[in-house]
């Protein structure tokens, strides 16, 4: 967002909360500018459709998300450190990004994500390389399918359940924070654990 306005930084805050409320066919953009506190034709003056607005959002989000995922470009760093540290990034950043509402809104339009992708459709940088491990015979055989949806579920779960999780386990706002504070550390663990035994 280095080279928005102020005013266009503060109109996509605004419809990033309302587009993760509302949902993009939900969101309306009156609500958009009463959120960011601004008239309807001021919105307008900066971004001419709710689909403009998304675009740009859909677009930020996923670069800043497919410059976490080059991490697995780098093989400098040992498999075990390099696992932990995206796991900690990678919560972080569903916690504080759109990551989540850009993912429903790829659900239910997948040319969202097609239109952008190169026609080769590579596999995901995450498996690739842990593939390329196992064949190199540095860590025992992993289906690595299982382990990438493992990884994927264990972050976005709670954080996509979270109201639901203190309800059915009696924790109040307090102790659900000092557990999500601890939660990715655990998360590293149990599939760093995993890949050092071998899961078919």
């Not at 689909?51 to 959002?57: A, D, Q, R, V």
């Not at 842990?130 to 015979?137: H, T």
Request: proline fraction near 3%; hydrophobic fraction near 40%.
């Amino acid at each position: 967002m280095s080279n928005l306005t102020e005013p266009e930084k503060k109109i996509l805050d605004a419809a990033k909360k309302v587009f993760e409320t509302q949902g993009y066919t939900g969101a309306r953009m009156q609500q958009i500018a009463d959120e960011a506190s601004i008239s309807k034709a001021s919105l307008h003056y900066y971004f001419r459709s709710k689909e403009k607005l998304f675009e740009h959002i859909f677009d930020e989000t996923m670069s800043d998300f497919m410059e976490l995922v080059s991490t697995w470009n780098d093989d400098s760093e040992h498999w075990e450190s390099k696992l932990r540290h995206f796991i900690i990034q990678f919560f972080d950043f569903l916690k504080t990004k759109s990551l989540l509402f850009i993912l429903g809104e790829i659900n239910r339009n997948p040319e969202l994500l097609l239109s952008r992708r190169k026609k080769s459709k590579p596999k995901a940088k995450f498996i690739t390389y842990f593939e390329n491990l196992q064949e190199a015979g540095k860590m025992k055989p992993s289906n690595m399918y299982v382990i990438y949806i493992f990884m994927h579920s264990l972050c976005a779960y709670p954080i996509l359940n979270a109201k639901l999780f203190q309800l059915t386990t009696g924790m109040n706002n307090h102790d659900f924070e000092m557990f999500m504070n601890n939660y990715p550390k655990t998360v590293a663990d149990l599939l760093i654990n995993a890949l050092k035994k071998g899961l078919q």
